[in-house]
């Protein structure tokens, strides 16, 4: 016989719960109610369950009827009585440690208003608990302990990222143990297990596993908890792009850091030499100075908070000095080469200090400038691409280039006016496009490859350099190619004036797998010099004997 168990069901902080109606605006004593018992949570087993329920001043004829269940779980409805209820519930399949799951069905009696009863069932208790220690916002530490009963299991750590695509936890993780390369079953508390999560949340998935004849396979249900990571500050300003007038000024902007941590403050990383700024109490404060120059100015001033994502940047745009004299450039090109310009610069104002530089065409358009003047002007503070500052009329000044063979010999030579300081630009940009003369130094070889014979013996190998540079060399360039003993061990000199290599050659070893050598030179602008303008190498190929 079915045994049934008497679970009943919580619709509100009453004892009883339900519907009342008095017919014909009559004495309450005669009212007509429905109510259900309050009880708790189905077990995870499932099974047959009965629910006792009330009804006071029966209407002649009324049945009680059951609506449809909201979930397929909660089934078979059926009234056994004038007092009882009976239903099944399904085992819950649900990860172990889970929340109860719900559902619902409705119940009516005559002309009573329906009433929503509510089951709900517990899950089954979990197999492993897992207690996490030294939280902050990417790490914490874990320690994972199994029932009594659970032998061996698996256990890794999942970022929301990795779970993505997958059905379930539960697939990812039958995922990796049939595909990870090396999978380590774990026995009895893991404790202090290092997580660290730097793209979201992160995950512990865990469930007892041992390894079959067909590879691992699954011995428990799975476990997931999820890492409780601090949670990141999010540092927020308002506003973020601020216009400011020619005149001197101060703003003051508001700013708030959710998830705050005790101690630690809003910091700016870097400044603007016009402007001075204060933080405190939720406010900061920008004091900027007036701007002389006829020329519209931009700072980005970047302010961090520990542990958030990234810097807030706040931008300052300051509009040009209306009465501010206008400086302007005459750029004149007379020379290109593969290394330097020679160009001819006039200022209109030549007292002022300017900067002057050149840049290829490719960079400017491309990802390093993207087209724009005001990045360009951005070197003026670099450590490694600041341009040069010079004053006055200039005449055949040599600026240095360098072009690439692969992205084009077009090249932008600029100028601008500059403060005081060299700090800020105070002009516009002006730029001419020249193309580079490709006179770059070229090595070529008389002969090659360079053929040597059987008997061995000294050669002299002939080489040119086209496009010379004045007091440039030629020397060995690194370790040379002699693996097969074709040539005498260091054995080979230069001679840069007439442009020839000489070599002494063993003879011919039957016992070597190969018979040559390769000799690399290089051609530098000086004898100190550690740059080569030019590179090239010669193969040097024995002939076996003629028998």
Request: glycine content about 6%; hydrophobic content about 35%; some cysteine.
């Amino acid at each position: 016989m079915k045994r049934f168990y008497s679970y009943f069901i919580a619709l509100a902080t009453l004892v009883f719960a339900g519907i009342a109606c008095t017919p014909d605006g009559g004495d309450t004593d005669t009212a007509t109610t429905l109510a259900f018992e309050e009880c708790a949570v189905l077990p995870a087993e499932g099974g047959a369950h009965t629910l006792t329920y009330a009804v006071t001043n029966p209407v002649s004829g009324a049945e009680l009827l059951l609506g449809e269940p909201s979930a397929e779980w909660l089934h078979d409805l059926a009234v056994v009585d004038d007092t009882t209820v009976s239903f099944v519930v399904d085992a819950n399949e649900a990860a172990p440690g889970s929340e109860p799951r719900e559902a619902t069905f409705t119940a009516t009696y005559a002309t009573l208003e329906a009433v929503l009863v509510t089951v709900k069932q517990a899950s089954a208790e979990p197999l492993f608990t897992v207690e996490f220690s030294e939280c902050t916002t990417t790490s914490a530490l874990a320690t994972i302990t199994p029932a009594e009963g659970v032998g061996t299991y698996y256990w890794k750590k999942a970022s929301i990222t990795d779970l993505e695509g997958f059905e379930s936890h539960a697939a990812w993780l039958e995922n990796k143990l049939t595909t990870s390369w090396f999978v380590t079953l774990s026995e009895g508390v893991v404790a202090n297990q290092s997580i660290s999560e730097y793209y979201g949340e992160a995950y512990i998935i865990v469930a007892g596993a041992v390894k079959g004849e067909n590879g691992y396979e699954f011995t428990t249900p799975v476990h997931s908890y999820k890492v409780p990571l601090v949670p990141k500050p999010v540092l927020t300003i308002t506003p973020l792009e601020n216009n400011l007038s020619h005149e001197a000024g101060v703003i003051t902007l508001d700013y708030t850091v959710e998830n705050a941590v005790e101690g630690n403050v809003v910091t700016l990383s870097n400044d603007a030499s016009w402007t001075t700024t204060t933080i405190e109490n939720g406010k900061i404060s920008i004091a900027y100075t007036a701007n002389e120059y006829a020329k519209a100015r931009t700072a980005s001033l970047s302010f961090s908070y520990p542990n958030a994502d990234a810097a807030t940047v706040v931008t300052l745009n300051q509009e040009a000095n209306p009465n501010a004299e206008v400086v302007t450039f005459t750029l004149e090109v007379t020379e290109t080469h593969f290394d330097h310009v020679i160009v001819n610069v006039t200022p209109s104002n030549t007292s002022v200090k300017y900067a002057l530089g050149g840049v290829s065409k490719y960079d400017f358009d491309g990802y390093a400038y993207s087209g724009s003047d005001s990045n360009l002007q951005k070197d003026l503070t670099s450590s490694y691409k600041k341009p040069a500052i010079v004053s006055g009329v200039q005449t055949a000044y040599k600026l240095p280039v360098s072009p690439l063979d692969y992205y084009g010999w077009d090249y932008y030579i600029y100028a601008y006016a500059v403060s005081e300081d060299e700090t800020v630009a105070t002009s516009d940009v002006t730029k001419t496009l020249v193309t580079v003369t490709n006179d770059k130094p070229v090595i070529s070889f008389e002969t090659s490859p360079f053929e040597v014979s059987a008997e061995g013996g000294n050669y002299t190998i002939k080489f040119t350099i086209q496009n010379p540079v004045e007091g440039g060399v030629i020397k060995f360039n690194g370790s040379q190619d002699n693996y097969y003993g074709v040539l005498v061990d260091n054995s080979w000199t230069i001679n840069s004036e007439k442009g020839e290599i000489t070599v002494q050659v063993n003879p011919y070893d039957a016992s070597q797998y190969l018979h040559h050598a390769t000799l690399y030179i290089a051609y530098y602008a000086s004898e100190t010099s550690t740059t080569s303008l030019a590179t090239a190498s010669i193969k040097i190929n024995q002939l076996a004997p003629a028998n």
